[in-house]
């Protein structure tokens, strides 16, 4: 089994091993967001991603992406925190940081067999999927858990101080 930091991979690496992932006839599986305080909607949305597939990696945005996406507050954890916990979940394999606000060249890299997002996005919307499905691959829009996001955990927080 991989130590944790041996999961958390940089953009330069992804190409080497997306292509040795390949080459042994697994079915690469991608997703990104921002992770920053996981919950149960992620873990259940994150063991469904990888049921679609063998090998699930996620494209997770560095801080001052989510900073851009989610506000001057945002991210509560750290990159390399939030990284870290995501690969310390059973369906993850590997995590890549990605600076831009969206992860487009990532997908460009990794060519994934199948892209997915959560279900509050519509194939059509999910950044890459012109790539992806381009290449033979498929788009999926995945479970929605209402009622679960960091967003509401941090406003109930906020409520009970």
């Known amino acids: ?9 940089e953009t330069n690496r992804i190409s080497g091993i997306v292509s040795e992932l390949k080459q042994a006839g697994k079915k690469i599986v ?4 921002c992770f920053d305080i996981l919950h149960f909607g992620h873990v259940s949305y994150l063991e469904e991603a990888k049921s679609c597939g063998d090998i699930l990696i996620i494209g997770l945005n560095s801080d001052a992406s989510v900073k851009r996406l989610k506000g001057e507050t945002r991210p509560i954890n750290g990159e390399m925190e939030r990284a870290y916990v995501l690969c310390g979940l059973k369906p993850v394999d ?7 606000d969206t992860p487009i060249n990532l997908i460009k890299q990794v060519i994934p067999s199948v892209i997915v997002k959560g279900g509050d996005w519509r194939p059509d919307q ?7 499905l381009a290449n033979g691959g498929e788009v999926r829009s995945l479970l929605f858990k209402e009622g679960f996001s960091t967003t509401n955990i941090i406003s109930k927080i906020n409520e009970e101080s």
């Open 1 to 9: 089994m991989m130590k944790i930091e041996d999961r958390i991979i």
């Open 30 to 33: 991608f997703t990104n967001g």
């Open 94 to 100: 590997y995590v890549m940081i990605f600076e831009e």
């Open 126 to 132: 999910i950044v890459g999927s012109d790539v992806v």
